[in-house]
C-alpha cells in the first residue's frame, strides 16, 4: 500500500507489474508510450526478468503477447488507437482463441488528434471482436482496472480491452498501489487445440464466446466501475463514460447532480442500467470522450428523440471533449470560443535544430526542383514535419510504411521519379514488406529511409533497424550497387545531391540511407555520461 | 484552497519543472492534484501548455474549464496571451519577457508587452536576466515560479521545501541557487504588482 504520484499511463504499468506481469509487448505510439517506458525503468520489473523490449509492430506485439498468454503467464500489449488497425488480425483472432495467462490489451485513444492521423475510437474494435473493455475515469480506476483485469481476463477466457484517451495517459494525480502479487507459472492451454483456429475449431470457439456474452453483461451490470447514482429531477438523465464522468462532476463543484447519472465504465453495456435511467427520465444526455458509441446503439437505426449527445448537436460530433463542451449540454454555460488575440501567431512543432532529417530534405528540395512537385510519398514520424513551411518537402503522410507502396502504386501508375521518404523505425516497423513488393516488380522507385538510429517522434526509443538496415534491403533482393549511403551534414550537401540524382535516374529500385544519430538521444547520451562520470 | 494554473512556453523550455515544483509542494501538504502534460508532436518546438489542478478536496476534471484558471505562468510572453480564454476575470497572468523566437513571423515584442498590459492583473518579468544575474541561468523557470507564488494560496516555505526535496541530491549550491531564485522571483513580483 502506497501512495505514488502517476500518469495514467504509469498508473497502468505499476498496475500490471503489481499484478503479476510477465511480459508488456509494445511500439512506441502517443499517448502510450509511457506505459511501455515505465516498465523498462521499473526495479520490481527488472527483479522479475518481466519482458520489456520493444516490438518491432504492434502486430508482433499482440502475436507475441498471445503467445505469452499460451504459456500461461499474464501477458499486456499496448499501442495507441491507430497501431490496433496494425495488430487487428491478431486482436480479432485472439477473441476467438480465447487466453490461458491474463492478456490485457491496453489502447490509448487521441481525440482531437494531438499527436495522431484520425481519431479512430478503440471501443469499436472490442465491441466488433465481442470483449469485455475497461475505460477508466481516472488514474486511480486505470490501476484496479489493470490489476484486476488479469483475473477477469482468466475467468472468461478472453483478452480485455482498456480504452484510455489522451487527457488520461498524460495526466498525473495520486494513485493507492496495492501488494505484488506472485507471477503465474509456466502451464499449457488445458486444451491443446484452443489456440488452432482451424474453420472446425474456430467455429466451436466462436459460439462459446457467443454464449459467453450474457456473462460478460452480466458482470458490467454488478461492476463497481458502473454505478447508478440517484437524481430528484427526472427531466434529464446523464449517461457518462470514461473520463467524461469528470466532466460531469466538474460542472457541479461541491453541488450535488440534480439528475440520475449512470457511469459507466465497463462494458459490454449493461442494459438493465441502460433501461432504468431510460425509462426513469424523460431525456438522456450522453457524454463520451470519443465516437458516440453509445449514444450511437441508444439511437439504433430509427433514432430516438430522448437520447441527446454528440450525434444531435448538444455536443460536438468531433474532438475531444472537455468540461465546458459539458456545461454547454447541460444548459449551465453558453457556448464560446477559445479567444488567441490577433496578435499570437501559430507556433507549430518544427523539425529540432540540428536534425540530420533537415539536411536530407535540403538535397531532396534540390534534386526535386529538377524532376518536379508532387512525388515524394511520406510517412509517420518527426520527418512528416517537413510538410510545413519552411521545407514543404513531402506530399503524402497515411499511414506506418505507405511511403514505400504508395510511391510503388504511383510508379506503377505511370509517374516517373517517384520517392519514397521514411525512417528507420517506420521501415523497420511496416516498410519492409513494401520494399519486397518493389524489388519483387523492380519497380523504379527511390526509398530514402533516412535512418537516425531510434524512434524520434515519441521520444527516442530504441530502432529495432539499429545497424541492420543495409543488410535488409540487401537481403530482400534490393541491388547492392544501389543501395547508397552518406552522412547527412552540411558539408555533404554536394554529395547527398549527386547520389539522390543519379538513383532518381536509376529505373529500378534504389534505396539510399543517409545515417547520422538523432540530436535529441545524442544530446541525452552526452548528459547521461556527464552524470555517471 | 483551490489553485488552477496554466502552465506556457514553447516545447523544450522545460515547463514542466515549474509543475515538478509545485506538484512536490502540493504533495507534501497533503493536497489533491491532477496534472495534465504535452507529450508527443507538439513538443518539437511547438506551443506547449500544462494545465496544473490543486485543491484541499478531490480534482475532477484533469482540464482546467475556460475562464476558471487563477494564473497563468508562461515562461514566454507570447505564448502567455495564447491561453488568457482560460484566466478567470480576477486572474493573474505572470509572463517571462524574453521572447523565444524560432517562428519567422514573431510578432513585434512592444505589441505582445502592449497586449499583456491589457490584462487586469499581469507581472512580466525578465527571469532570464534575473538567473543570469544570480549566476544560475538554468534557474529562470524558478525565478518565475517565484514571482507567481504571491498567487497560488500555499504557504511560501512549501516551495521552499519542495525545492529542497527536488534538487537535494544535487548538492546544496544548486539547492541555494533555486532557493536564491524563487526568493528574486517573488520580490520582483512583491515590487511591480500591476505594472
Known sequence: MNKLLLLGDEAIAQAAIDAGLSGVYAYPGTPSTEITEYIQNNKTAKDRNIHSQWSTNEKTAMESAIGMSYAGKRSMVC????????????????????????????????PSMHSSQNEQDSRYYADFALIPILEPSNQQEAYDMVYNGFELSEKFNVPIMLRITTRLAHSRASVETKSVKEQNKNSLP?????????????????KVLIGNQAKFEDDSEKSSYNAFYEGKDKSLGIIASGIAVNYLRENFKEKEIPYPVLKICQYPLPSD???????????????????????????????????????????????ELNPNFVGV?????????????????????????????????????????????????????????SALPPLNSINSCVDMGASVTMAKGAADAGMKHAVAFIGDSTFTHSGMTGLLDCVTENTPVTIIISDNDTTGMTGGQHSNAQNRLHQICIGLGVDEKHVRTFIPLKKNHEEAIQIIREELL????????PHRECVRTLERKHKDKAKHE | MKADIILAGVGGQGILSIAATIGTAALQQGLYMKQSEVHGMSQRGGDVSSNMRISSTQVDSDLIPRGKADVIISVEPMESLRYISWLKPDGWLI??????????????????????????????????????EIQSARSSNIVMLGAASPFID?????????????FGSKGKDIVNKNLEALEKGRSYTMNHKGN
Request: hydrophobic share 40%.
Open chain 2, 154 to 166: 500555499m504557504d511560501f516555505d512549501t516551495f521552499k521545501k519542495a525545492l529542497e526535496t527536488i
Open chain 1, 329 to 385: 449540454a447541460l444548459g449551465l454555460e453558453k457556448k464560446s470560443e477559445i479567444v488567441v488575440p490577433e496578435i499570437v501567431a501559430p507556433r507549430p512543432p518544427s523539425l529540432c535544430p540540428g536534425c540530420g532529417h533537415t539536411d536530407v530534405f535540403n538535397a531532396l528540395n534540390e534534386v526535386m526542383a529538377e524532376f518536379g512537385p508532387g512525388r515524394v510519398f511520406s510517412d509517420i514520424g518527426c520527418y512528416t514535419l
Open chain 1, 506 to 513: 536509376y529505373e529500378g529500385v534504389s534505396v539510399i540511407i
Open chain 1, 273 to 319: 442500467l441502460i433501461r432504468k435511467i431510460y425509462n426513469e427520465c424523460k431525456e438522456i444526455l450522453v457524454l463520451e470522450d470519443g465516437y458516440p458509441l453509445i449514444e450511437g446503439k441508444l439511437n439504433g437505426v430509427l433514432g430516438d428523440k430522448k437520447i441527446k449527445g454528440r450525434l444531435t448537436g448538444d455536443l460536438p460530433r468531433d474532438g
Open chain 1, 79 to 110: 499501442m495507441k488507437h491507430v497501431g490496433l488497425n496494425v495488430a487487428a488480425d491478431a486482436f480479432m483472432n485472439s477473441a476467438i482463441t480465447g487466453v490461458n495467462g491474463g492478456m490485457i490489451v491496453v489502447v490509448a485513444d487521441d
Open chain 2, 95 to 132: 509572463t517571462n519577457a524574453k521572447p523565444f523566437n524560432n517562428i519567422s513571423n514573431y510578432p513585434d515584442i512592444e505589441e505582445i508587452y502592449k497586449e499583456i498590459r491589457k490584462v487586469k492583473n499581469h507581472v512580466i518579468i525578465d527571469a532570464d536576466e534575473i538567473a543570469k
Open chain 1, 190 to 206: 488445458s486444451n491443446l487445440r484452443q489456440f488452432v483456429l482451424l474453420p472446425a475449431i474456430a467455429r466451436k470457439n466462436y
